[in-house]
């Protein structure tokens, strides 16, 4: 039996039997694992909030043939606001979904680890438009996992004017003489080419007071959308209520 000790993320978690719950964690050393904490769905158990989704903590596991068990833990994060704000909470769980799909068990990310934690305590904390968080988030999210998208050059002939398609395939933007050099080249606002460049490179807390008309809002989403799903092949639940959002 292995004991080890290391910092992760609730992901999500589950009743395993009638008192047991078994957490999918976001660990630091040993990537994604699945934990069992015993007791954890009696009211009173020590457990309730180590597997709580959204939680940090410092967690003491063991190995076991078949699960990782928890033995003890400490909190370092609660996020509070995520709890109480569905806004909050529907992004908050669309970083942990995504986080969850990406990663494969026990793969191991201090990059990814970085995003998601600073992610959750940042929508916990700040006033930030979901749609523009969850783009920023994805752009980033999609940087990390070797997927920029190339936003200041055409991806054929690399000029960098007249860049007025984006193509999901070929990785970026298209200049007008190249539009048809990819499959699936469609037309991009130059300002939304902007704005994706600029929710690439600043941190979250630089979103709090920007202004983004819903227009553009909603291509830069729709055009990072269609970029994860050629990439990646996934669509994430968790997003479909925030599209609804869209309209608020
Ligand atoms: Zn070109």
């Known amino acids: 039996m292995r004991l080890f000790k290391t910092e992760a993320i609730v992901l999500k978690s589950n009743l395993i039997s009638e008192t047991n719950k078994i957490a999918t964690l976001f660990t630091k050393t040993h990537g994604k694992i699945q934990a069992v904490a015993k007791g954890a769905r009696r009211s009173k158990s020590r457990f309730i909030n180590a597997i709580r989704p959204f939680v940090v903590g410092n967690y003491l596991l063991f190995e076991g043939q078949n699960y990782y068990y ?3 833990w ?7 606001n995520i709890e109480t704000d569905l806004i909050k909470f ?13 990663l494969e068990e026990h793969e191991k990310s201090d990059n990814l680890y970085l995003l998601l934690k600073t992610s959750l305590k940042d929508v916990d904390q700040f006033q930030i438009d979901p749609l523009v968080f969850i783009s920023s988030y994805n752009l980033k999210l999609m940087a990390l ?26 990785g970026g933007t298209l200049c007008t003489t190249c539009k048809d050099k990819c499959r699936d080249g ?10 994706m460049w600029y929710l690439l490179r600043v941190n979250f807390e630089s979103l709090q ?40």
Do not use: W
């Open 145 to 170: 996992l070797g997927y920029m998208p190339q936003l200041n050059n055409c991806v054929v002939c690399g000029r960098s004017e007249n860049l007025k398609y984006f193509s999901s395939s070929c």
């Open 209 to 248: 007071n920007i202004k983004i008309s819903s227009v553009i809002k909603k291509e830069v989403d729709k055009i990072i959308t269609d970029y994860m799903k050629e990439h990646l092949g996934l669509e994430f639940a968790s997003k479909s209520f925030i599209d609804k959002l869209k309209n608020i």
């Open 70 to 72: 928890i033995d003890q």
């Open 74 to 80: 400490d909190l370092i994060e609660l996020h509070p």
């Open 90 to 102: 529907s992004v908050a769980s669309y970083f942990v979904e995504t986080m969850n799909k990406i």
């Open 186 to 195: 469609v037309p991009i606002n130059e300002t939304s080419l902007k704005v």
